[in-house]
T-cell receptor, first 114, second 115 residues
Framework: GAVVSQHPSRVICKSGTSVKIECRSL??????MFWYRQFPKQSLMLMAT?????????EQGVEKDKFLINHASLTLSTLTVTSAHPEDSSFYIC??????????FGPGTRLTVT | AQTVTQSQPEMSVQEAETVTLSCTYD???????LFWYKQPPSRQMILVIR??????QNATENRFSVNFQKAAKSFSLKISDSQLGDTAMYFC????????????FGTGTRLQVTL
């Protein structure tokens, strides 16, 4: 099956700093990648959809200047949380979609902002 | 906009028994897909089963099967011969037809399998 990796798996950063999370499709080309956020004991909420070589589409209520998404190649998308604050602490999950409709999920990144 | 509703926040089942998780959805789309995902404590999302809306036959994957009622917009998951490893959060999800469409998730059902 298709494999998606995320790095780092967990990160702790200080308030006011920025942190970058990478999402890679290891054995297929991902034309579209999705970024989700999941708070404890809650469902996944889509933050944005990114297509290779174009600007990401953000869901309503998601600050695009705070959550910078870059999808520079068919195997890599990055999410940068800028000027992170404690309320940004969450579990971030990416998924990747290839030629067909199915999405393959990464293992997630736990972000803690102190 | 699509909505997905899971009305059972928590369920419990004894090992080897059968349990059914409920899911309803609302959409005006005619072409769509439905999914059940499992999220164990590791938090890795695992696809359990998928159903194409145009298919009348209910999908099955080993011990997992669905009851897809298109007119009622219902998509329940049946887990037979429950195992301790089935303990997880289960999310029902909707995707509009076409490539690379986004998933809309329900709120999830926490399933506990007991001895």
């Amino acid at each position: 099956g298709a494999v998606v990796s995320q790095h780092p798996s967990r990160v702790i950063c200080k308030s006011g700093t920025s942190v970058k999370i990478e999402c890679r499709s290891l054995d297929f080309q991902a034309t579209t990648m999705f970024w989700y956020r999941q708070f404890p004991k809650q469902s996944l909420m889509l933050m944005a959809t990114s297509n290779e070589g174009s600007k990401a589409t953000y869901e309503q209520g998601v600050e695009k200047d705070k959550f910078l998404i870059n999808h520079a190649s068919l195997t890599l998308s990055t999410l940068t949380v800028t000027s992170a604050h404690p309320e940004d602490s969450s579990f971030y999950i990416c998924s990747a979609s290839g030629q067909l409709y199915e999405q393959y999920f990464g293992p997630g990144t736990r972000l803690t902002v102190t | 906009a699509q909505t997905v509703t899971q009305s059972q926040p928590e369920m419990s089942v004894q090992e080897a028994e059968t349990v059914t998780l409920s899911c309803t959805y609302d959409t005006s789309e005619s072409n769509y897909y439905l999914f059940w995902y499992k999220q164990p404590p590791s938090r890795q999302m695992i696809l359990v089963i998928r159903q194409e809306a145009y298919k009348q036959q209910n999908a099955t994957e080993n011990r997992f099967s669905v009851n897809f009622q298109k007119a009622a917009k219902s998509f329940s998951l049946k887990i037979s011969d429950s195992q301790l490893g089935d303990t997880a959060m289960y999310f029902c999800a909707f995707m509009k037809g076409g490539t690379a469409s986004k998933l809309t998730f329900g709120t999830g059902t926490r399933l506990q399998v007991t001895l």
